[in-house]
């Protein structure tokens, strides 16, 4: 999984590839959480290129959500593919995240 992080401004922009699953979930997670817990800006994530997304992937955008509100600051989502807007609508995550 590629994954590229902007700090150029004063959000954290972060685009990837691949799916966020049990198998592939690993390297992002905690790419986001040391992101999350070093950093005092909004994080921007960018799931044009995400390819699926199983509960796992859930649960770590929830906890990514979580510890960013507790410092007061925003997980945004932008470019959700169809497949995982859905995914998340279904949950009813979409009202959460």
């Not at 004063?10 to 390297?27: L, N, Q, R, W, Y």
């Not at 770590?60 to 959500?65: G, H, R």
């Not at 410092?71 to 979409?94: C, F, H, Q, T, Y």
Request: net charge negative; no cysteine.
């Amino acid at each position: 999984m590629n994954i590229n992080i902007d700090n150029s401004t004063d959000t954290a922009k972060v685009s990837f590839d691949g799916d966020i699953d049990m198998i592939g979930i690993k390297e992002l997670k905690d790419t986001l959480f040391e992101l999350s817990s070093k950093s005092s800006k909004d994080i921007e994530l960018d799931l044009s290129n995400a390819t699926y997304l199983d509960s796992s992937g859930i649960g770590m955008l929830l906890t990514l959500n979580k510890m960013q509100k507790a410092k007061g600051k925003a997980l945004r989502m932008v470019n959700i593919p169809d497949k995982i807007a859905r995914v998340l609508e279904l949950s009813s995550l979409d009202m959460v995240l």
